[in-house]
């Protein structure tokens, strides 16, 4: 169907996204033949050995680099709640992230990290990095990657606040473009608790000391 922007409409998926079955081999033949045309317009010969199993690979690759659309952030939190009495800040520090800009489909990586406050509920600890996950492995803005991963901890956990830092290299910053080897991306959001100063310099504090 199609409404009035002109776009199809998405089989409703989680959030929106269209709901996509990564292991379809008549999906991945599909894309395989879009990747086999660009291999064919970049100047390249997609019949020569190297290449010959080039396009499934990066259709394999780019389905597996945007499963995260699949995974409801969500349902991984609720499934690892506990009734705990603890209320000091809890951080996961350190979380890689590997995720494509929307912009030009090119890898951003870095590092995560992520604080919450309990009010009576605590999370099982690799739920966060999986919610980084979720978030990162699709097309993103690091912007929007960090509002999101504040968001779904904030909503489902419903702590007295969350915190999260992202720090990223561009790649399309890097190795095309502008060319700046050096330089980082540091985006953050905050909530509740982590507006207010004090516990804002606390958790920064906590985040940029390493233990030996
Ligand atoms: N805010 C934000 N911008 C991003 C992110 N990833 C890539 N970009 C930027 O998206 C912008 C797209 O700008 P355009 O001018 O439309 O694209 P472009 O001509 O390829 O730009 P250049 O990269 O400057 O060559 C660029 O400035 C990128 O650096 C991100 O996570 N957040
Ligand atoms: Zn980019």
Redesign the pocket.
């Known amino acids: 169907m199609i409404n009035d922007k002109n776009i199809p409409d998405r089989d409703a998926g989680i959030n929106g996204y269209q709901k996509v079955d990564r292991y379809n081999p008549e999906l991945i033949n599909n894309l395989s033949g879009h990747y086999y045309e660009v291999l064919k317009e970049i100047g390249e010969n997609p019949e020569r050995e190297g290449l010959l199993k080039t396009p499934e690979r990066i259709a394999k690759a780019m389905l597996y680099l945007t499963h995260g659309y699949d995974l409801d952030a969500k349902e991984i939190l609720t499934s690892a709640m506990f009734k705990e009495e603890y209320s000091q800040m809890v951080i996961v520090k350190d979380i890689e992230v590997y995720s494509m800009?929307e912009?030009?489909m090119l890898p951003?990586f870095g590092k995560a990290h992520v604080a919450y406050i309990p009010n009576g509920y605590v999370v099982g600890l690799s739920k966060i990095p999986r919610v980084v996950d979720v978030f990162s492995r699709r097309l993103q803005?690091?912007?929007r990657l960090t509002n999101e991963i504040r968001d779904c901890i904030q909503q489902t956990l419903n702590p007295i606040g969350v915190g999260v830092v992202i720090e990223c290299r561009?790649l399309?910053?890097s190795m095309r473009?502008?060319q700046k080897q050096n330089s980082v991306t540091t985006t953050s959001a905050f909530t509740g608790e982590f507006l207010k100063e004090k516990t804002r310099t606390e958790f920064l504090n906590l985040i940029s000391s390493r233990i030996s």
Do not use: L
């Open positions: 800009c912009h030009h951003f803005v690091q912007e561009h399309c910053m473009g502008v």
